[in-house]
């Protein structure tokens, strides 16, 4: 059997959810694994207590304690630094996973012959509860198949969240070391993945995600993350011309730049690797090159727009894919049409 690395990191968890995480990668149905956890040098002494009782009793867990905060990102780098096999896993520390992930998720990816796979999950609140049955429908997430093939997107969005993740090592060594403008180690991982042998969705819930009150931004809706910022910030137009710039930053325009780091290292291992990599014609890659800088720019120039931004066709040429539903007119509305969309803002 190949064997796979989970990589899960803690910082100051909660016991209950911490404990149900665990065993249910322990009761993976798949066993030829390595959980590597990297505690974030938390403040509560039960944290480090329940993860030496775990590591005692299941050799297959290795825990490290760091001396002092890393910081989430630098905690992922770390774990991914300590990973050895041939496939890895992310996992956060408060969802719960199906027994069949890793079987299902490395049956799949081998079949495919894709460097990544990704899946659907369940969303959940604090106490199990079903919020949402399909997180990808949930979050009009693109879902990437034989039948929606569309390579730039990984690089002009965070299509698939860490945890639904299971790829190979040669993304992991690309991966590592993570750059200054590293923000989201699993959109890059995607993009690298991406622009090796592809990836490929499992459109098929394999876990559940929990959605809860310390959850930093990602498991929320539109409508959730507005409330959050007025309350904090006001109502008025130049606050939301200040929560417009933060979205954009954040949620597009960081994540391209972070990925366009690592366009040398892929090109390089290309040219080392090109008999193992499906994609090894110059001119493609030349086009993806001139498309990724043509998607900084339309970020950049839509940032400083306060009023309207005109090149709407390129929203459609690089966001837009099946599935998007309302998702697409909130995007446009706040990427090109920043006055009306304050109005939406205002009543939300």
Known sequence: MEKVDILLTTYN??????????????????KDFKLIISDDCSTKEEVKEVLKEYEQKDNRIKIYFQPQNLGYTKNFEFVLTKSTADYIAFSDHDDIWYPNKIEESLKLLKEKNVDLVYCDAKQIDENEKTLHESYLRYKNMPILNENCQKEILPFSRHIAIGCSQLFTKRVKDLM???????????????????????????????????????????????????????????????SYLKYRHRAITETYLAGVLMCEDYRNRIDEYIKIHSEEIKRTKKDDFNKQQDQEKDIIKYFENAQKSKVLYFPIHKYFKYLSFKGMKKRKYKEIMILHFPLISYLIFSIT
Not at 200 to 214: A, P, S, T, V, W
């Open 13 to 30: 968890s909660k016991i209950e959810y911490l404990k149900m995480q665990i065993d249910s990668i322990l009761n993976q149905t798949y």
């Open 176 to 238: 590592i070391p993570f750059t200054e403008n590293t923000m989201a180690h699993d959109w890059h991982s995607l993009y690298i993945a991406n622009a090796l042998n592809g990836v490929y969705c499992i459109d098929k819930q394999l876990f559940e995600y929990r959605l809860h009150g310390n959850n930093a931004f990602g498991g929320r809706n539109f409508k959730q993350n507005v409330k959050i910022w007025k309350e904090k910030n006001g109502k008025g137009y130049k």
